[in-house]
C-alpha cells in the first residue's frame, strides 16, 4: 500500500513517508534528542514517544529516544526500531487520525540544531571503488601495477579516528603536517596545499557480535541498522609522504564530515541492485547474495565564499566494487567485534567516467587538470573558504529516499604555534 504523508512533502525532497531518516536534534535551550525527517519537518521523537503512542513495545523507548545519541536506541534491535519506524509512518500518513494533535511534535528543520546522531566508538574506512583504486595507482604507480596484488582479493581498509568525525556545517581548519615537495631533498613542516574531498558513503553498525564470533555474509545484512552520506577529508601532500609503509595517518585524521540523517537499510531495500563481477572468483567467506549492491546517485559541489555552486561530480554506489555484507564479513572473519555506533566507510567511490571521479585527485589528475567553476575560478585542490556539498539520493519502492547534505567549509590553518618554539 502506498502511504501518503499527512503535512506536505516538496517535491524530490527525499524526506517523504517511506523513508523517515533519523537524526539527533535540538532547538534553542533544549535537551538533544531523536527525530525524524518529514519534508521541511523534523517529527520530535523524543516528544512522540512521551506521549505513549509507543507504549507497548518496548519499555525502553522513551528513555532511549530522548538521549543525546541513539546508540542505546538502536540497541533495542531491529525488531523495535523497525516497529517504531512503521508506527510513526502510520501516525503521518493520511486517514489515521490516531495522533489529532501531530503538528505539536514538528519543528521546521531550518530552526532546529542537527548533532552528530551516533557515539561512534570506532570507525573504519574501505576502499571499496576499483576505478578509485585503479586511478590513483595508475598515478602513483602506472597502469601496469595500478592495483595491489591483494585488491581482487580482499576489501582493502584501515581504522580511522573516529574523535575527528563532525557533522555537517562544523567547519574544518586546513591542516598542518610534514610534506615533501617533489623537487626536495627533506621534508618540510608547512599548511597542506592538496587538500581534498572523498566522496563516500557510510553505514552504521546496529547489532554485535562478540569478540571471537566472525559475521557471515548471510548475517552481515541484520548488523547494518542504516546508512550516511560522508566525507573522508584528505590532506593529499601529507599523505604521499607518510603514508609508506603502514598507511594514512595525519593526512587523515584531522577531519571527516557527516550528513545528520541515517536512512534506515529497510528504506533503502528498494534501492538494492546486482554487484559487479568480481574476478577472479573471491573465496567462499566472502560470497555473497549478487543483489548485494544499493543504486544511489552521488554528487559533489563546489560552493566559493559568495558565488554559486558547481556541480564537479556525479557518481553512484553501484560502482563499489566490494559490497557492505562483504566488507563487514571481511573486518569481523578474524573475530573482531563489531560495536552498536561503529561506522564503516565505503571509501572514495568513483564512477568509470571522469565526471565521476569522487575526490580532486582524480577529477584533477593530481592537479594537472585544474576545474574550471561556474565564477570562472579554477581549483586543483581545495582553497580556503570553499565549502564542498555532497548529496545522494536514491530511487525506492517509488520515492525518492534523499540522505540530505554534508557541507563543510574550510578555514585557513590555525596559525602557526610551533614558530614560537624555535
Known amino acids: 500500500m502506498v502511504l501518503e504523508s499527512k503535512i506536505p512533502v516538496p517535491a524530490n525532497s527525499g524526506f517523504g513517508i517511506q523513508n523517515l531518516p ?12 531523536a527525530g525524524m525527517a518529514l519534508g521541511d519537518s523534523i517529527i520530535d521523537l523524543g516528544a512522540l514517544a512521551q ?8 519499555s525502553g523507548i522513551a528513555t532511549t529516544l530522548n538521549e543525546a545519541t541513539l546508540n542505546n536506541y538502536i540497541s533495542l534491535g531491529k525488531e523495535i526500531t523497525n516497529a517504531v519506524r512503521l508506527k510513526v509512518q502510520a501516525l503521518f500518513s493520511v486517514g489515521n487520525s490516531e495522533l489529532s494533535d501531530f503538528e505539536q511534535y514538528l519543528f521546521n528543520k531550518d530552526i532546529v540544531i542537527f548533532h552528530l546522531p551516533i557515539a561512534i ?25 595500478a592495483l595491489m596484488p591483494n585488491y581482487l582479493h580482499l576489501p582493502v581498509g584501515y ?6 568525525i563532525v557533522v555537517s556545517g562544523t567547519p574544518l581548519h586546513r591542516p598542518w603536517g610534514q610534506v615533501k615537495p617533489v623537487d626536495a631533498t627533506e621534508p618540510i613542516f608547512t599548511t597542506s596545499k592538496q587538500l581534498d574531498f572523498e566522496l563516500e558513503m557510510a553505514y552504521v553498525i546496529g547489532k554485535e557480535n562478540g569478540l571471537g564470533n566472525p559475521v557471515t555474509t548471510s548475517e552481515a545484512a541484520d548488523y547494518v541498522f542504516g546508512f550516511m552520506l560522508f566525507n573522508d577529508w584528505s590532506a593529499r601532500d601529507i599523505q604521499s609522504w607518510e603514508y609508506v609503509p603502514l598507511g594514512p595517518f595525519l593526512g587523515k585524521n584531522f577531519g571527516s564530515s557527516l550528513a545528520p540523517f541515517i536512512v534506515t537499510a529497510e528504506a533503502l531495500e528498494g534501492a538494492k541492485t546486482d554487484l559487479n563481477t568480481q574476478e577472479p572468483a573471491v573465496l567462499p567467506y566472502l560470497q555473497v547474495d549478487p543483489k548485494s549492491a544499493y543504486d544511489i546517485d552521488l554528487e559533489v559541489i563546489i560552493k566559493p565564499e559568495a558565488g554559486e555552486e558547481t556541480i564537479i561530480s556525479k557518481s553512484n554506489t553501484k560502482y563499489l566494487y566490494w559490497s557492505v555484507t562483504q566488507q563487514i564479513a571481511h573486518h569481523s572473519v578474524n573475530g573482531c567485534n ?6 564503516y566507510a565505503s571509501g572514495t567511490i568513483s564512477a568509470p567516467e571522469e565526471t565521476g ?19 570562472g575560478t579554477e581549483r586543483k585542490f581545495i582553497n580556503d573558504s570553499d565549502t564542498v556539498i555532497m548529496r545522494a539520493y536514491a530511487q525506492a519502492n517509488g520515492e525518492r529516499i534523499g540522505f540530505g547534505e554534508v ?12 614558530e614560537k618554539i624555535k
Open 22 to 33: 533519523y537524526c539527533i536534534f535540538s532547538t534553542y535551550g533544549s535537551e538533544l534528542r
Open 51 to 58: 506521549s505513549g503512542v509507543f507504549d507497548g513495545l518496548h
Open 121 to 145: 566508538g570506532d570507525y573504519t574506512d574501505f576502499y571499496s571503488s576499483k576505478y578509485h583504486a585503479y586511478n590513483v595507482g595508475v598515478m602513483f604507480r602506472g597502469a601496469e601495477n
Open 159 to 164: 581504522h580511522g579516528r573516529a574523535s575527528s
Open 338 to 343: 563489531l560495536r552498536i555506533g561503529d561506522l
Open 357 to 375: 571521479y569522487g575526490s580532486m585527485l582524480e577529477l584533477t589528475w593530481r592537479g594537472t587538470k585544474p576545474l574550471k567553476l561556474s565564477d
Open 407 to 418: 557541507a563543510t567549509t574550510i578555514l585557513p590553518a590555525i596559525a602557526n604555534k610551533w
